[in-house]
């Protein structure tokens, strides 16, 4: 072992002796969210990749160097392990700004802790939002320690009587599902769970929620299965706190509140189980396909714009440009069409059409719009299949799902806001590493080229991604409720600059992905 590693070694050990586990909420533009957090001298430090999640903004660690940056659409923030000094990169003119931070940001596996008291200011100039401490609790050892005193006191109090009251629980159990592609995990509870937070430090995952009690004892003797090797129940001052010991071979976790229930489902998916290097695989996982899917056609226009202009019309001539693009420019990669015309396809069947002619790529294309016309709201988004984590998200999600009131059968499409939801994004975790990098890559190529500003990467519930098993994204190419948008969009330069924008980004990933799976082989 080298002297680096035996450093290393000793400065993790530190942390986990010397620091206390809590929790911080913060103020989003107004809205809170609940971050679990290290509380290490009486300084909070959360997860870049948490805060990155909670942002909609991709996050990528380098552990060569022990750097992590969060992607916005204005700054790139670049953090380091060990180090004070945060920089901020304009993506406008690349002009770099420092700032030092009183104390160093930490290491944990392949995340960077930051003291957030004294990261807000950087933060909130970064993604455009001003970010606030809501709240900062203690750690679990003052919070034990006033819990025990609050339990002498009442045992003080019931010397006059006999009678113990039985403590009412909102937690009192826990089950275990293993499924193909991971282990889902479902909190029982007969109170509806409001703030939580969930993240992954050191292989165990932590779920934070406020104003839950949990009944330890119950919780804890649950039969650890799958991917889950331990559970650790704990009730704190401010929050109640669960721990997962989760075994090898898990890669991301994805939590939802269950439709219609008061109880939350974890999912803790499992690595790609499929092996690229294998001489049987290795043809399964050519870059040759790509699917073009052109939302709406027929008799669905889609969202109508201010003068008329039809989505169905855009969507299929960026489409047919963009696999025109493709076929003279990358021979060894074949073009796919859901529709190559004005013709209504149902949404099952466009994924289904991806699958059976071995898709490697599924790239959905859309227009915006919005209820009330005109509106000042403008640009570009590129959207994962994942629980809708804002209220945008979810109404774009639905609007566009709203398809199936034309087809025949619409009853055989399941609500995405429950557990049929997060079974299904259980089974798209093999490709969601390769769509996050599609979409970056994407987005920034856009934020280049296109004459539209760039809203970010999201994350919503779109039943034409859910039938596609390949990594996939849906564009919202522009509001057609927008006047400059939509004379952009129906414009043949418009049309032109945006299939040229994707196809640079497809031919830049196949490129990534080429040279991937031959380190690999």
């Known amino acids: ?10 400065f ?20 809170a969210y609940l971050f679990p957090s290290v509380n290490k001298k009486g300084i909070d430090f959360i997860s870049v990749k948490n805060l990155s999640e909670a942002l909609s903004a991709p996050s990528l660690f380098n552990p060569a160097v022990k750097k992590m940056e969060i992607r916005f659409p204005d700054y790139i923030i670049k953090f380091t392990a060990r180090n004070q000094f945060v920089i901020l990169t304009s993506e406008a003119d690349n002009k770099q700004q420092s700032y030092q931070m009183p104390v160093a940001a930490l290491l944990s596996a392949d995340d960077i802790l930051i003291p957030i008291q004294y990261s807000t200011t950087f933060l909130s100039i970064a993604c455009g939002k001003e970010i606030k401490i809501a709240k900062q609790s203690v750690g679990d050892a003052i919070a034990e320690n006033k819990n025990e005193k609050v339990e002498e006191e009442k045992k003080e109090d019931k010397t006059e009587s006999t009678e113990i009251e039985k403590p009412s629980y909102n937690v009192s159990g826990i089950s275990l599902n293993v499924k193909t592609n991971g282990t889902l995990v479902r909190i029982k509870s007969n109170k509806k769970i409001g703030k939580f937070s969930q993240s992954i430090i050191d292989g165990v995952l932590f779920l934070n929620i406020i104003g839950i009690n949990l009944d330890e004892e119950k919780i804890n003797s649950t039969e650890p299965s799958g991917l889950v090797k331990k559970i650790a129940a704990k009730n704190t001052q401010n929050n109640s706190q669960i721990e997962f010991e989760l075994g090898e071979g898990y890669s991301v976790s994805e939590a939802i509140r269950v439709e219609k229930s008061n109880d939350l489902l974890i999912t803790i998916h499992n690595k790609l189980f499929s092996n690229p290097t294998a ?15 052109a939302g709406h056609g027929g008799k669905d226009p889609g969202a109508i714009g201010l003068n008329g202009v039809e989505e169905k019309k855009i969507n299929l001539a960026i489409a047919l440009k963009l696999g025109e693009l493709i076929e003279h420019h990358l021979n060894e990669v074949k073009v796919i069409y859901t529709r190559s015309s004005d013709k209504f396809i149902e949404l099952y069947k466009r994924g289904k059409i991806a699958n059976e002619k071995n898709g490697k790529l599924f790239i959905s294309i859309h227009c915006n719009s919005t209820p009330q016309k005109p509106t000042h709201i403008s640009g570009f988004e590129v959207y994962l299949l994942r629980p809708g984590r804002t209220r945008e998200a979810i109404d774009i999600a639905q609007m566009e799902n709203s398809v199936i009131k034309y087809e025949d059968n619409p009853k055989r499409y399941q609500e995405l806001t429950d557990e049929n939801f997060i079974l299904v994004t259980m089974a798209h975790s093999s490709f969601m590493k390769y769509s996050e990098k599609f979409s970056d890559i994407l987005n920034k190529d856009f934020s280049e080229k296109v004459n539209l500003p760039s809203n970010g990467i999201k994350q919503a519930g779109f039943y034409v991604l859910v039938g596609a098993s390949m990594p996939s994204v849906l564009i919202e190419s522009g509001y057609l409720s927008n006047k400059k948008d939509e004379t952009y969009l129906n414009s043949k330069s418009g049309q032109e600059e945006i299939a040229e924008s994707i196809f640079n980004s497809v031919k830049k990933f196949k490129e990534e992905y080429d040279n991937e799976m031959k380190a690999v082989n």
């Open 1 to 10: 072992m080298n002297f680096k590693a035996i450093l290393l070694i000793f």
């Open 279 to 293: 001489e049987k695989n290795k043809e399964r996982w050519k870059f040759d396909a790509v699917v073009i899917d």
């Open 12 to 31: 993790c050990s530190l942390i986990s002796v010397f620091a206390q586990k809590s929790s911080v909420e913060l103020s989003i533009s107004g809205d």
